[in-house]
Every structure is written in structure tokens, then in C-alpha cells.
């Protein structure tokens, strides 16, 4: 079954303890990003990766890392959680982009993370 | 700058009502592509649609149905006869081709509740 995979579900942590996120795919999707929502403002994009190795920021990427190793997997790094980054977290993947394709993109099943 | 705007924060209706909601969006891009989807209560997103910008036509699938109006820059969708099932809130994206940063970005509205009473 096509699906984008994340882990944990929920995590409630601690200000200051570092956490990763982790995030799978299995249809050899090029392009994967990573997402929060909060509630008034919708989704916005934290980082975003093209391809293997090749990461950069979206909106709202301070206080968060992502690495790009292997193809299938996106994890989102956060080095010194605080309260300002509880929130719904979703990873996102999709084919090629640089062709200009209109592929849709599909997301996993968030991860909810509270941070006291 | 891209920008969704989805006016109705939320709305409430009774089981076989039709239901319409609303979308406009802002882009400078001539190239560019729409998003529905739905957010249930166990939280996934749900992907509902893509409408290209140079596809004006409207699409209909079972109960849900899309308008596309470039002239209005809009792109609403509408439940005919709702159902409880149709409970969640539901959300527009606008993705461009512009390159730069937060390439392939979709910019969401800020999601629009919908609620069906039976």
C-alpha cells in the first residue's frame, strides 16, 4: 500500500530535550516536506527537500532541522523544543516537481507534539 | 505572494442540505494548481481534487461537485444532500511554479469547520 508513514503519532516532551520526528515513504517520491498546523492559520511549510541531499527552508523553519540522506525518508529534527513548536505536524511527499508536473501531494498521518 | 483565503471559519447545516464552500486565492504565477482536502476528526488529510489553472472545466464526483472561475479567482466546492460523514474541516491549497524558496509549497487557507447534524 502507497502511504507516507510517520512516528511517533503523539509525544509530549519536555522545553529543551531533543526530538526527531521520523518520516517514510514508499513511492519513491522525489519531493517531501514537512508541515505544521495550527489552529486560524491553516498549514504552513517548515522545510522541504527536491531530492536526495538537497534541503532548504519554507516559511517557518526556525528552531527545526531535516536531513535528506536516503530517498524514502524525510526526518524533522527539533535540537531545543519550546512551547512555541506545540503543534500538528504532517510530512508530505510527491513526484518530481522540477518538471513542472502537477503531481498532488499526499501526507502522512501528522504527529501531534506538546512541549511543557 | 501566494495567498488562500477561506472566508467561512464555520459552518453548520443539517443532514441533505447542499453545502458550499468557499475559496479565493492570490497568485501572479499564470501556471498553478488547486488543492481540496479534507481533514476528518482522526486528523488525516485527505486529498479530494487537483484543478489545473488552464483547466477552467468544473468537475463533479458523486455528491461533490467543483467551480473553478479564474475571472473570480475562485475555486469552491459543494456537498450536495451533506452527510454526517461529511463532518470535518476542509481545506484549499494553491501550489505555483515559481522557483526560489519553499519550492512546491502549498499555501493552505485557514481551513473552513463543517459540521452536518442529522
Known amino acids: 500500500e502507497a502511504q507516507v508513514t510517520q512516528n511517533p503519532r503523539y509525544l509530549i516532551t519536555v522545553t529543551g530535550k531533543k526530538l526527531t520526528v521520523t518520516c517514510s515513504q514508499n513511492?519513491?517520491?522525489?519531493?517531501m516536506s514537512w508541515y505544521r498546523q495550527d489552529p486560524g492559520l491553516g498549514l504552513r511549510q517548515i522545510y522541504y527537500s527536491m531530492n536526495v541531499e538537497v534541503t532548504d527552508k519554507g516559511d517557518v523553519p526556525e528552531g527545526y532541522k531535516v536531513s535528506r540522506k536516503e530517498k524514502r525518508n524525510f526526518p524533522l529534527i527539533l535540537e531545543s523544543p519550546s512551547p512555541n513548536q506545540t503543534s500538528l505536524y504532517f510530512c508530505a511527499s510527491s513526484g518530481n516537481l522540477l518538471l513542472g508536473s502537477a503531481y498532488e501531494q499526499y501526507f502522512g498521518p501528522g504527529t501531534r507534539l506538546t512541549v511543557t | 505572494a501566494q495567498k488562500v483565503t477561506q472566508a467561512q471559519t464555520e459552518i453548520s447545516v443539517v443532514e441533505k442540505e447542499d453545502v458550499t464552500l468557499d475559496c479565493v486565492y492570490e497568485t501572479r504565477d499564470t501556471t498553478y494548481y488547486l488543492f481540496w482536502y479534507k481533514q476528518p476528526p482522526s486528523g488525516e488529510l485527505v486529498f479530494l481534487i487537483r484543478?489545473?489553472?488552464?483547466?477552467?472545466q468544473n468537475e463533479i464526483s458523486g455528491r461533490y461537485s467543483w467551480n473553478f472561475q479564474k475571472s473570480t479567482s475562485s475555486f469552491n466546492f459543494t456537498i450536495t444532500a451533506s452527510q454526517v460523514v461529511d463532518s470535518a474541516v476542509y481545506f484549499c491549497?494553491?501550489?505555483?511554479?515559481?522557483?526560489?524558496?519553499?519550492?512546491?509549497?502549498?499555501?493552505f487557507g485557514q481551513g473552513t469547520i463543517l459540521t452536518v447534524h442529522p
Open positions: 491549497a494553491l501550489r505555483d511554479n515559481a522557483g526560489g524558496t519553499s519550492y512546491g509549497k502549498l499555501t
Open positions: 513511492m519513491n517520491h522525489e519531493y
Open positions: 484543478r489545473n489553472s488552464f483547466d477552467e
